[in-house]
T-cell receptor, first 113, second 114 residues
Framework: GEDVEQSLFLSVREGDSSVINCTYT??????LYWYKQEPGAGLQLLTY?????DMKQDQRLTVLLNKKDKHLSLRIADTQTGDSAIYFC?????????????FGKGTKLSVKP | DTGVSQDPRHKITKRGQNVTFRCDPI?????LYWYRQTLGQGPEFLTY????????KSRLLSDRFSAERPKGSFSTLEIQRTEQGDSAMYLC????????????FGPGTRLTVL
């Protein structure tokens, strides 16, 4: 199965909060990341959280980590139409010769005016 | 702009041809990664370098794929004898191996194999 799982779609109204959820399977992952991808573009780093943290806030973004349940969420406050994109959760595995990100399939966020 | 750059941005080729993509990482970043992304999927790790050493290449999709980073700066990804299934976005990322080792991505090269 997938190492990282996300729901595929989320639709919200402009001004509302968006919450994008993610589950991962490797408890040894050291960092967990959120990236944003707009159509035809590369990935833009939004934020990350270290595995020994519970929460991280960065302007409109709040990341919550429940390590026991291996659950990660990204909350976007006051969602704007410019936030419409695909959001990827990724876990970082670093060990020996392996150092790479494992991505979920992404959650497509649609923001309606 | 001092971000990760990739060239070309788009490549259309005929089946059986060889293609080469280039990635220029953020200056002073010592790790460089290649990923492939197909439609509706997240990026899939292919290989990575630390300086000029290729530390992981077992995830390259077949022996038609190869990557180099000869001087520890830019990198190239080559696909020989392209197949239609190689059509995808090829993403490059770089990081500085301290603290979080956070990866920053380039805009990608979109490959279409006819």
């Amino acid at each position: 199965g997938e190492d990282v799982e996300q729901s595929l779609f989320l639709s919200v109204r402009e001004g509302d909060s968006s919450v994008i959820n993610c589950t991962y399977t490797d408890s040894s992952s050291t960092y967990l990341y959120w990236y944003k991808q707009e159509p035809g573009a590369g990935l833009q780093l939004l934020t990350y959280i270290f595995s020994n943290m519970d929460m991280k806030q960065d302007q409109r973004l709040t990341v919550l980590l429940n390590k026991k349940d291996k659950h990660l969420s990204l909350r976007i406050a006051d969602t704007q139409t410019g936030d419409s994109a695909i959001y990827f959760c990724a876990e970082f595995k670093d060990g020996g010769s392996q150092g790479n990100l494992i991505f979920g399939k992404g959650t497509k966020l649609s923001v309606k005016p | 702009d001092t971000g990760v750059s990739q060239d070309p941005r788009h490549k259309i080729t005929k089946r059986g041809q060889n293609v080469t993509f280039r990635c220029d990482p953020i200056s002073e970043h010592n790790r460089l990664y290649w990923y492939r992304q197909t439609l509706g999927q997240g990026p899939e790790f292919l290989t990575y370098f630390q300086n000029e050493a290729q530390l992981e290449k077992s995830r390259l999709l077949s022996d038609r794929f190869s990557a180099e980073r000869p001087k520890g700066s830019f990198s190239t990804l080559e696909i020989q004898r392209t197949e239609q299934g190689d059509s995808a976005m090829y993403l490059c990322a770089s990081s500085l191996l301290v603290d979080t080792d956070t990866q920053y991505f380039g805009p990608g090269t979109r490959l279409t194999v006819l």
